[in-house]
């Protein structure tokens, strides 16, 4: 089975209201679909996240190309050969052995992104090959996996501790984990955030802090000591940007609470240093980001070798299928709280893992169990 086309559907919805993260806002949900067609009329569907929307679709034009031809079932030739787009080969320079010549490296995080999204096609194409779901060909049993409600997004003019009532109502639609977003205030504010969310969603359900970057080493130390007696599970992305695996270390060496990261890492190389460093205790690849489902269960691997538990981010629907095939070396695949946090994904998806009782339950249907709404897909292009 070859592959014949490569095309990415940029998509774009208008959300009720402007949310914030500690370090961005959104008023907008996005998401670019992918299409990966074959000549035995099998379509797969991947999936980025990731801007600007243009550029990667741009890259997954030129990467597309590069795969036509190849064997669809292929999807470590595949990978490796876009990846090794990336790097320059000798004979590469401006294309003239037929391949595109070294890709631009200031847009690798687009690179890496429509690698994922194709990848992701390719998985999809394989478990409808094979008439199986992803996750029994990775050899799980498991249909319905643990799974975590985040919410917490800062709302102009809302309350401060209106986070509290809303992961409340997270647990009331049956999550059994919830993730509170902190960050953005001073630290006493943040420590009384997550003292209210504690008080209103009881001593029984397990809470997770993300933090997106906030912090050097030192203020995060104070901020774990002031918020580990309301039972935290996790801090996520705890540091500042450019911190690396050594600070990691010193945090980890002095928090009271394990750490969690790596949902913006590019590839298995730089998640690898964190793995080894002992400092993180969750591992958060996002195949949606970057680099792909492949890539994302190399990673998986590793970390279940190092004791390392995989928490991936986001798109439940897709790594809902790992956490099944890595049973009790995975944590949870990461849900919304709330339809409304991606209207794109509740519409333009027909079918796929639904979140029921705290419980994230995988179709049996091949692939990753998705059809497009195709109506929707036209109503959300951007
Ligand atoms: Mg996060």
């Given amino acids: 089975m070859k592959i014949t086309e490569v095309i990415a559907h940029p998509l774009s919805a208008k959300l009720p209201q402007k949310s914030w993260t500690a370090h961005e806002s959104?008023?907008?949900?996005?998401?670019?679909?992918?299409?990966?067609?074959?000549?035995?009329?099998?379509t797969g569907y991947g999936e980025v996240q990731g801007g600007p929307q243009k550029l990667i679709c741009d890259m997954a034009a030129l990467l597309g190309k590069a795969a036509v031809g190849?064997?669809?079932?292929?999807?470590?030739?595949?990978?490796?050969?876009?990846?090794?787009?990336?790097?320059?080969?000798?004979?590469g320079l401006g294309g003239w052995d037929g391949l595109p010549p070294p890709l631009p490296r200031n847009s690798r995080p687009q690179i890496m992104a429509a690698i994922g999204g194709?990848?992701?096609?390719?998985?999809?194409?394989?478990?409808?090959?094979?008439?199986?779901?992803?996750?029994?060909?990775?050899?799980?049993t498991k249909s319905a996996v643990f799974t975590y409600a985040t919410g917490g997004y800062y709302i102009e003019g809302a309350?401060?501790?209106?986070?509290?009532?809303?992961?409340?109502g997270f647990v009331a639609n049956g999550f059994k984990a919830v993730k509170l977003?902190?960050?953005?205030?001073?630290?006493?504010?943040?420590?009384?955030?997550?003292?209210?969310?504690?008080?209103?969603?009881?001593?029984?359900?397990?809470?997770?802090?993300?933090?997106?970057?906030?912090?050097?080493?030192e203020q995060c130390i104070r901020f774990a000591h002031l918020v580990a007696p309301y039972d935290v599970t996790w801090l996520e992305e705890p540091l500042h940007w450019y911190l690396q695996p050594a600070d990691f270390v010193r945090l980890a060496a002095a928090s009271p609470i394990p750490l969690a990261h790596c949902e913006r890492e590019w590839h298995r190389y730089t998640v690898r240093d964190y793995i080894d460093s002992g400092a993180i205790r969750y591992v958060q690849f996002d195949s949606t980001r970057h680099a792909g489902f492949t890539e994302s269960l190399r990673i998986a691997h590793y970390a279940a070798i190092k004791g390392v538990q995989i928490a991936p981010h986001t798109a439940a629907h897709i790594?809902?299928?790992?956490?099944?095939?890595?049973?009790?070396?995975?944590?949870?695949?990461?849900?919304?709280?709330?339809?409304?946090?991606?209207?794109?994904?509740?519409?333009?998806?027909?079918?796929?893992?639904?979140?029921?009782?705290?419980?994230?339950?995988?179709p049996d249907t091949p692939g990753f169990g998705i059809d497009i709404n195709w109506d929707a897909v036209k109503h959300f292009r951007a």
Avoid at 159 to 168: M, S
Wanted: hydrophobic letters at 45%; a negative charge; charged letters at 25%.
């Fill in 26 to 42: 959104s008023d907008s949900a996005q998401l670019i679909l992918f299409e990966v067609r074959t000549d035995e009329g099998i």
């Fill in 70 to 91: 190849m064997d669809a079932l292929g999807h470590e030739t595949v990978w490796e050969k876009l990846f090794s787009l990336t790097s320059p080969r000798p004979g």
């Fill in 118 to 140: 194709i990848d992701i096609a390719l998985w999809d194409i394989k478990g409808k090959a094979m008439g199986l779901p992803v996750y029994r060909l990775l050899g799980g």
């Fill in 159 to 168: 309350p401060k501790n209106a986070c509290a009532d809303e992961l409340a």
């Fill in 181 to 217: 977003k902190t960050g953005a205030f001073s630290i006493e504010d943040e420590a009384a955030r997550v003292r209210a969310t504690r008080d209103a969603i009881g001593k029984d359900i397990l809470l997770m802090l993300d933090l997106n970057a906030p912090y050097t080493v």
């Fill in 319 to 362: 790594h809902g299928h790992i956490v099944s095939a890595f049973a009790d070396k995975a944590f949870a695949a990461e849900s919304h709280g709330a339809h409304d946090r991606h209207p794109i994904q509740h519409e333009a998806y027909i079918g796929g893992a639904h979140m029921k009782d705290g419980m994230l339950h995988i």
